[in-house]
């Protein structure tokens, strides 16, 4: 049965405090991996795409990158404004249209 | 702005009434979602249109009916609901892929639906 698992499921960062998300995923072949933020009261909006190990992709403040069992989203020098919920989804081979979400990790970040 | 809009974006209905929550996209997609969003628990994927075509239908009660009239817009029709379905429900749509090729799915705000 396809998982996927986030880590931690809460993080408080202080501004500047640079650290990471983790996504670990168990599917039987993964088709892509993505990466979306949500506020509260919000859908989510997405940020990455990741389709084989060694990918990475960035913007600004934020790294995605993804091996064989796991993806990691590295948040640099982060600011209050990048607190919000963030969801990990893949997307299995054989499972049509549909995504597989994590329960998200929720960032705060203090001044 | 995602170019996906959702309303009413706050709905409060009785377990005997019957609404309606509206999805339009306006990003020239083939694809679109409905989805489940409850407190604690991931996202789950309610029901899938390919152009205008109901691909997937998770296990879906049928107090839920959606129907997708053209690609841009989408309904969810709601009817006897239960307490248990207060939740954001969440419209998405994607590039249509058959299911074979793997793109982003785009959200709407959500319509927060709270069942008395």
């Known amino acids: 049965e396809d998982q996927v698992t986030q880590s931690p499921e809460a993080l408080r960062l202080q501004e500047g405090e640079s650290s990471s998300l983790n996504c670990s995923y168990t599917?039987?072949?993964?088709?892509?991996l993505f990466w979306y933020r949500q506020d509260p009261g919000k859908g989510p909006e997405f940020l990455f795409t990741?389709?084989?190990a060694g990918e990475e992709k960035e913007k600004e403040r934020l790294k995605a990158t993804l091996t064989k069992k796991e993806s990691f989203l590295h948040i640099t020098a982060p600011k209050p404004e990048d607190s919000a919920t963030y969801l990990c989804?893949?997307?299995?081979?054989?499972?049509?249209?549909?995504?597989?979400f994590g329960k998200g990790t929720s960032l705060l970040v203090t001044p | 702005e995602t170019g996906v809009t959702q309303t009413p974006r706050h709905l409060v209905m009785g377990m005997t009434n019957k609404k309606s929550l509206k999805c339009e996209q306006h990003?020239?997609?083939?694809?679109m979602y409905w989805y489940k969003q409850s407190a604690k628990k991931p996202l789950e994927l309610m029901f899938v249109?390919?152009?205008?075509?109901?691909?997937e239908n998770n296990s879906v009660p049928s107090r839920f009916s959606p129907e997708c009239p053209n690609s841009s817009h989408l309904f969810l029709h709601l009817h006897t609901l239960q307490p248990e379905d207060s939740a954001l429900y969440l419209c998405?749509?994607?590039?249509?892929?058959?299911?074979?090729?793997?793109?982003?799915?785009?959200f709407g705000p959500g319509t927060r639906l709270t069942v008395t």
């Open positions: 998405a749509s994607s590039r249509e892929t058959r299911g074979l090729s793997s793109y982003e799915q785009y």
């Open positions: 599917v039987s072949g993964l088709r892509g």
């Open positions: 990741l389709y084989s």
């Open positions: 989804a893949v997307q299995a081979s054989n499972s049509g249209y549909a995504l597989n």
């Open positions: 990003l020239g997609h083939n694809a």
């Open positions: 249109y390919s152009l205008e075509e109901r691909v």
